[in-house]
């Protein structure tokens, strides 16, 4: 039986613990890839090397060529800039709109079969260009932010309540971002909603709150602590989940960013809800009932993903426009003037030339002679 092959798009921070976690659950053999020649081949030794170690079998390999991802039965995208502080989201969009691109046409060219699962932010709007990029059905290119959202809300309240995370249930619907909505309704301790936690006074709604907004901002705590990038740890763990559920066909129910054909009232753009991903990729959405403050919330964060997805829109149009300017003012090479045949003038016979130069000078000199004077007889 062939084993399974994961292609992973850029060997940074995520890229490499995603290696390591797909080596010690032997998901498959992995090839890291980036552009940056060296890197992941480094990484993809270094991890090898562990493999005695830790008593895992995955075979790891590095490339700086798109043909190495050939035949990749999951490839997991973490290509691009990650945000920084300072950083504006138009200059992470401009930037990882254009790497999504290419890595799309990569994935088109040598793995087209594949389940691709995208982290690259902002995530809902380069999960679309992706997808459009790499022409796969949107059932099989799917955005890794619900899983993530959705740990971060289960640990805060595990943190909170000071029980085990085992025990906490949680997950967040909408857009990875400020406008995210995490589900207090939906989210329990052994089974108990937090709204009932709240009326056994073990919190309050007040507290409940903070911690809805300390998920929100999740990500911007860690690079603000981080400065010099963006979380990876948690990203990574969230993407495996996803990549087991697919290869092993465990159909968990899982929050990512997933295309809507109508659900929720949602038509033609990626959004985070709930999932079941099988080996069919997204098998199914589900649908949960919403009250009317959740909707209200829901559809904010549908709008800010709107704009995202326009705003992205926008300047790949622009650059678009700029490359046909230029080539427009590109100077055309000129084809030189094709020359003119000149009938060139017949060169005398050689054997006439020579006689005419042998008449001249054997004909003699006409000499001017004096007349003799004539003689008088006496």
């Not at 290509?79 to 138009?90: L, Y």
């Not at 254009?98 to 690259?120: D, H, L, N, R």
């Not at 016979?349 to 000499?367: C, I, Q, S, T, Y």
Request: net charge positive; charged share 25%.
């Amino acid at each position: 039986m062939a084993r399974n092959k994961i292609a992973l798009i850029g060997a940074g921070n995520i890229g490499g613990t995603l290696a390591h976690l797909a080596g010690l659950k032997e998901l498959g053999d992995v090839v890291l890839f980036d552009v940056v020649d060296g890197i992941p081949q480094g990484k993809a030794l270094d991890i090898a090397e562990s493999s005695p170690v830790e008593g895992f079998d995955s075979r790891m390999s590095g490339a700086k060529s798109y043909a190495a991802i050939r035949g990749a039965d999951v490839i997991i995208v973490t290509a691009g800039v990650a945000r920084k502080p300072g950083m504006s989201r138009d200059d992470l969009i401009g930037i990882n709109t254009s790497v999504m691109e290419q890595v799309g046409a990569g994935i088109k060219q040598y793995a087209p079969g594949a389940f691709v699962i995208c982290i690259t932010n902002p995530l809902d709007a380069m999960v679309q260009v992706l997808r459009d990029a790499c022409g796969l059905p949107h059932s099989r290119v799917v955005g890794m932010a619900g899983v993530l959202d959705s740990a971060r809300f289960q640990y805060f309240l595990a943190e909170e309540f000071k029980v085990s995370v085992e025990d906490v249930t949680a997950f967040v619907l909408g857009g990875h971002g400020d406008t995210m909505v995490p589900s207090i309704r939906y989210s329990t301790v052994a089974g108990i909603p937090l709204p009932d936690l709240v009326k056994m006074k073990w919190t309050t709604a007040k507290r409940i709150e903070e911690i809805v907004q300390r998920t929100r901002m999740g990500g911007g705590e860690i690079v603000g602590l981080l400065k010099t990038g963006s979380a990876f740890y948690a990203p990574a763990s969230s993407a495996i989940a996803m990549a087991d559920s697919y290869l092993k066909d465990k159909k968990r129910v899982l929050p990512c960013a997933a295309y809507l054909k109508g659900e929720y009232g949602v038509k033609g753009i990626y959004v985070g809800v709930p999932v079941v991903i099988g080996a069919k990729g997204v098998e199914r959405i589900v649908e949960i009932q919403l009250d009317a403050t959740e909707r209200a919330m829901f559809r904010k964060s549908v709008n800010a993903v709107k704009g995202l997805v326009r705003l992205t829109k926008k300047l790949q149009d622009k650059t678009a426009k700029a490359k046909a300017a230029a080539a427009k003012k590109a100077p055309v090479k000129k084809k030189a003037p094709a020359k003119k045949k000149v009938a060139a003038k017949k060169a005398p016979a050689k054997k006439a030339v020579a006689k005419r130069a042998v008449a001249k000078k054997a004909a003699p000199k006409k000499v001017a002679t004096k007349k003799a004077p004539v003689k008088r007889m006496p």
